[in-house]
């Protein structure tokens, strides 16, 4: 069952967010799992077909649990369509549209603001896996292999097609010179949160796609 904040033990402000948290909304897991703590690890490490998970989903994951314990509680609905958008709303940088929910929230005795405080960050979560939890995966270069030889694949396809066409163009006289050009086919990523564009080798090189948005780069936000 859900406890209010006002019944908080003192002893749980000596442990981390997530575990604060999981221990008051009372998050449950799959039953072939011991706790929260080791399913996260089971998700973000990954197992047999299970590919391994990153910081964000995991805490996208653990913040619309928090609110699935907080509804059942207040008799909300559940429904994963309502979760997904409460908790885009609640995340999201909209003031106007957060207070609305909130105020929704409040009719049915939910204190909105303090579900949004109770709230991690993908920071928090980071945290949480590598320094609470001890955990480690294995060196990215290892795990990446055939990732990268599938992009290198499709690139050379694409500049095999991209020669023929220029080739054919040349023949008909509608680009002179292009069956002799050079053909380079680079990849361009663009940041999920903002217009940053990097290329993929210089993504690949520094394991991130934008410095301000992305799981390694430290959050200032303490746990």
Known sequence: MYIPHSEERMSAESRCKVERNAERYDLTVPSTHDSVDDYLLFRWLGHGDRAAE???????????RLLRASYDE???ETLATQ????HAILTGDDDLERA????????????GEALRDDMISWGTMRNHLNDCLGGE???PEART????ESVRIARDRTADRVREALGALASKDDLD???AATVEVQVQLTCGE?????????????EYVCAEHHDRVPSEETP
């Open 137 to 139: 995966k294995g060196s």
């Open 177 to 179: 010179g292009g069956e």
């Open 74 to 76: 207040h008799g909300r």
């Open 83 to 86: 979760l997904d958008a409460d």
């Open 54 to 64: 990153g910081y964000r989903s995991l805490t996208e994951w653990f913040n619309k």
């Open 100 to 111: 609305e929910l909130i105020d929704v929230l409040a009719a049915t005795g939910i204190d």
């Open 194 to 206: 903002c217009p940053r564009r990097v290329p993929l080798d210089t993504a690949l090189d520094r």
């Open 145 to 148: 292999d055939w990732e990268r």
